[in-house]
């Protein structure tokens, strides 16, 4: 198996933004070191378009793909640093209160500790790599997946099988014959090889079934460990999404999470967005000016049920796309409870 099955096989297991991110990360890094200003950094390289709860199980993998070296990847966060305080403003986003009034209308699930949480999905997120010949590629890589998460500990435990879909190619750019290699069923396979995550990025069923229930602490939560400034409300909103994608919180915390995030400053509402595989909803929005990004979450229009998220461009110099393109998008399809995952399989 040479590299790049291998790096595809990777990204099979995890979406491929995190890549992105880690790329980001690293240049911040690197910039801080060099004493320059991050923000121009940020604008030069392709930046997340939502940050993914699984993003630092790729670590290792992305330092050794990026960089030879050993490299310190930092997070959105300052975890040593002193925590500040953030006081709740009145929420503005009407979709997110209607999403929180209507969180008991949807059956609830109790999993139950040695039991696993099971989410079937699809997605899109940008793939970036190079061909056989080393030149750069871009494609908008494809796949449905099903996450056994066990209810109780970190990803390392967690089973994924997925299809791989046909790929899209990333607006304005060719399709290379190397996206469409893996296309097909691959798993069950290990989620994560570790997850280092801060405790307070935990989403594992007993983490978030102990998270506040009150909006005001639900959102001081969201901010934990950030700062007070513009970045900070982009991350809090990137917090959001991943306490609900391959996770599942009970009815209690959920409605808490929405109000709390209908407060987020910035937020508006966006009257048509669809899903990943072509539902129509209502999403509350925010946009995110550094990669000139409208990151969207979307949610039945009468039932208010999370549907699933993606990110529109708005700004086609930043996104490097034109305005208007989807360049990230999932659905959320179903979420039960099974009492064990199935056993994974060595694909080599």
Same mark, same amino acid.
């Given at each position: 198996m040479n590299e790049m099955t291998q790096l595809k096989r990777f990204r099979s297991e995890i979406p491929r933004r995190d890549l992105t991110e880690l790329q980001t990360q690293e240049n911040r890094l690197l910039a801080a070191?060099?004493?320059?200003?991050?923000?121009?950094?940020?604008?030069?390289?392709?930046?997340?378009? @939502?940050?993914?709860?699984?993003?630092?199980?790729?670590?290792?993998?992305?330092?050794?793909?990026?960089?030879?070296?050993?490299?310190?990847?930092?997070? *959105?966060?300052?975890p040593d640093a002193p925590q500040t305080i953030h006081t709740m403003p009145m929420a503005a986003?009407?979709?997110? $209160?209607? #999403?929180?009034?209507?969180?008991?209308?949807? /059956?609830?699930?109790?999993?139950?500790?040695?039991?696993?949480?099971? @989410?079937e999905s699809q997605t899109m997120n940008p793939s970036a790599g190079q061909d056989r010949k080393g030149r750069p590629e871009?494609?908008? +890589?494809?796949?449905?997946? $099903?996450?056994?998460?066990?209810?109780?500990?970190?990803?390392?435990?967690?089973?994924?099988?997925?299809?791989?879909?046909?790929?899209?190619?990333?607006?304005?750019?060719?399709?290379?014959?190397?996206?469409?290699?893996?296309?097909?069923?691959?798993? /069950?396979?290990?989620? #994560?090889?570790?997850? *280092?995550?801060?405790?307070?990025?935990?989403?594992? +069923?007993?983490?978030?079934?102990?998270?506040?229930?009150?909006? #005001?602490?639900?959102?001081?939560?969201? +901010?934990?460990?950030?700062?007070?400034?513009?970045?900070?409300?982009?991350d809090a909103w990137g917090r959001v999404r991943d306490l609900l994608t391959e996770a599942y919180?009970?009815? #209690?915390q959920r409605a808490a999470l929405f109000r709390a995030a209908a407060a987020i400053p910035g937020v508006i509402t966006v009257d048509n967005a669809v899903d990943a595989v072509g539902r129509k909803g209502i999403a509350a929005a925010r946009v995110d000016p550094v990669i000139g990004e409208r990151q969207e979450y979307i949610f039945d229009r009468k039932t208010y049920m999370y549907l699933g998220e993606r990110s529109v461009v708005i700004d086609a110099a930043k996104a490097e796309a034109p305005v208007g393109s989807v360049l990230t998008s999932s659905a959320q399809l179903k979420v039960s409870v099974a009492d064990h995952a199935p056993a994974v399989v060595d694909e080599d």
């Open positions: 070191i060099a004493d320059q200003p991050s923000a121009g950094v940020e604008r030069a390289v392709r930046r997340p378009r @939502f940050t993914n709860r699984l993003r630092l199980g790729l670590t290792g993998l992305a330092v050794a793909t990026v960089t030879a070296g050993t490299l310190t990847i930092v997070t *959105d966060s300052e986003s009407q979709v997110l $209160k209607r #999403a929180a009034d209507n969180v008991g209308k949807t /059956p609830e699930l109790y999993p139950e500790p040695g039991q696993f949480l099971v @989410f871009i494609h908008l +890589y494809r796949t449905k997946r $099903k996450v056994w998460l066990p209810v109780e500990g970190d990803a390392t435990g967690g089973v994924i099988e997925s299809e791989l879909l046909p790929p899209k190619p990333f607006p304005g750019r060719p399709l290379s014959p190397e996206a469409s290699e893996d296309v097909g069923r691959h798993g /069950p396979s290990k989620l #994560a090889d570790f997850d *280092d995550r801060a405790e307070y990025l935990r989403s594992d +069923y007993t983490y978030v079934s102990r998270l506040p229930t009150e909006p #005001a602490k639900m959102y001081e939560h969201l +901010y934990s460990h950030l700062g007070h400034n513009a970045q900070a409300d982009t919180l009970p009815a #209690a």
